[in-house]
């Protein structure tokens, strides 16, 4: 693996306000107590809005728990709604607004590039990989993203190619690359391993 | 030099308002102008008496357009002799040096909404910009501020590119543009751009960053035309050149006057591009630039010799 590529992977700093805006919106699809606490007990000036993607049961979310009263709650249960919901805010969100995206790689990068759409540059936005670590693989080959992968090695869901995937991550796919392996020898794969727990 | 430079014959002179003119050049080889992005500027090399003369100005015309490019000069009262002498000494048929365009205040084009701001001459620049924004079918808006009617040069060449878009401020009748109003409420993904005087440019600046606007959407720019000063000694320590900066010459000019090489872009201290290392300083170094932060300049390591001098003593650069 080239060190190249290995450096594309991106780098997450801690989540924090960026207290020169003056909108925030902030979508969550993890469970995280102690991020949770520490940004919503201090949160920023002006309006905040909370896009919640969540499973749809009762149980209790630490973000639901602690959020500020003048915060605007709304919950989704699919990505596909939460990118919905968010669309929305975007719509009739003004400039000042700062976007925070938590979770897994897969969400906060589709939540990225719906953003780019609105014209949002990257100091309004920021990223943090909440829960599972799951990646979004795309195929070189015939440019499907297979989501989800766990493995380091997976059949794509576009053309069945057995795909290594590599730690080089494109920002404007949401995706990390995945080439395939058996090209010199067709049919000799090793076997996966999970590395993206 | 540091860009390519050619030749062109000025073609055409205009005036617009009063200490205004307009300049049309073609290339003399009868070739095509290259396409410019909106927001470009070229550096003309003006014959004056014996020493290099070179000013930045806004490309204005259609950034297509490829025979003709045109300029606006207003002419600066303490000018050094750059824009006299476009003003006084220029005529049709008279040939002169460019530079190939530069763009420090281009568009971005994932914006969606443009508002474009001029304060008086500042709206060279703007125009191209606006006029790109109009071949695109972007949404954009400009907001124009000048002295009095008569200086309200190129409105209809405005109007024509943005009906009912176009929004004057005319100071003698008191109107001033209110920058928080102007920028609040505006949708995500607006850009904001500016060129026109220092404080009104701050002044905007300030309100953007009041109301939460990030800097990748605020866009300024401001072209400093270099002061004269005090004479002052130069020493430059990899060409061994050693000379005297004259009152009436930037420390560059005075530089390019020795022979040497030294890189440029805007010529007025907003760029970067010129920046040199200070090895010594028997003086104190007066920075006019747009460019350097303040730590840098408290480091009295770096200077930006198109706009910035030395007071008193000798300046040893490594160059
Ligand atoms: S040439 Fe641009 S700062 Fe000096």
Avoid at chain 2, 6 to 30: C, K, M, Q, W, Y
Avoid at chain 2, 126 to 145: K, M, N, P, T, W
Avoid at chain 2, 174 to 181: A, L, N, P, T
Wanted: glycine fraction near 8%; proline fraction near 5%.
């Amino acid at each position: 693996m080239s060190t190249l590529a290995t450096k594309s992977q991106p780098i997450y700093a801690e989540l924090e306000w960026d207290r020169t805006g003056t909108h925030h919106i902030l979508f969550v699809s993890a469970e995280d107590a102690a991020l949770a606490q520490r940004l919503l007990s201090n949160p920023p000036g002006g309006t905040l809005t909370l896009v919640h993607l969540r499973p749809a049961d009762d149980s209790r979310s630490v973000w639901s728990q602690n959020l500020p009263d003048t915060a605007l709650y709304l919950e989704a249960h699919t990505l596909a709604e939460a990118l919905e919901v968010l669309r929305d805010a975007f719509y009739v969100a003004q400039m000042g607004t700062r976007i925070y995206l938590a979770g897994s790689e897969d969400a906060i990068w589709q939540v990225s590039q719906l953003a780019e759409t609105f014209g949002v540059s990257r100091d309004e936005i920021r990223h943090a990989q909440l829960g599972t670590k799951a990646r979004p693989v795309f195929c070189v080959h015939c440019r499907t993203i297979t989501r989800g992968v766990h493995t380091n090695i997976v059949s794509c869901s576009g053309c069945g190619r057995s795909l290594f995937v590599r730690d080089h991550f494109s920002r404007r796919l949401g995706a990390y690359m995945g080439f395939q392996i058996d090209a010199e020898v067709p049919g000799e794969v090793p076997a996966a391993e999970v590395a993206y727990p | 030099m540091s860009s390519a430079s050619l030749n062109v014959e000025i073609r055409r002179i205009r005036d617009l308002a009063p200490g205004i003119r307009e300049f049309s050049l073609s290339r003399t080889d009868g070739d095509d102008f290259p396409i410019y992005s909106g927001g470009s500027h070229i550096v003309l090399s003006l014959p004056l008496s014996d020493r290099p003369h070179r000013n930045p100005y806004s490309l204005l015309g259609d950034p297509t357009d490829r025979k003709t490019w045109r300029v606006a000069v207003r002419k600066q009262e303490d000018s050094r002799g750059g824009s006299r002498w476009l003003h006084e000494q220029a005529r049709e048929g008279m040939r002169i040096d460019i530079s190939a365009p530069v763009n420090l205040f281009s568009l971005n084009r994932l914006g969606r909404r443009h508002i474009l701001v001029a304060g008086g001459i500042g709206i060279t620049p703007i125009l191209s910009q606006a006029r790109e924004l109009a071949r695109l079918g972007a949404d954009f808006e400009v907001h124009y501020a000048y002295r009095a009617p008569e200086y309200g040069v190129f409105v209809d060449e405005l109007e024509a590119l943005a009906p009912g878009r176009i929004h004057h401020y005319v100071q003698s009748r008191r109107e001033q543009i209110e920058f928080s109003s102007l920028l609040a409420g505006r949708p995500l993904g607006t850009h904001f751009y500016i060129c026109g005087p220092g404080g009104m440019v701050a002044a905007s600046m300030n309100a953007g960053k009041a109301l939460g606007w990030p800097e990748s959407h605020l866009h300024s720019e401001q072209f400093l035309a270099p002061t004269g000063g005090e004479p002052f000694d130069v020493q430059l320590t990899l060409s061994g050149k050693a000379f005297t900066v004259p009152s009436d010459l930037s420390l560059l000019e005075a530089i390019e006057q020795q022979g040497v090489d030294a890189p440029y872009l805007c010529r007025g201290g907003a760029c970067g591009q010129c920046e040199l290392e200070v090895v010594d300083a028997s003086g104190e170094l007066i920075h006019h630039d747009l460019y350097l932060s303040a730590e840098e300049r408290a480091s009295g390591k770096k200077i930006m010799p198109c706009v910035s001098r030395l007071k008193g003593g000798c300046l040893t650069l490594n160059l």
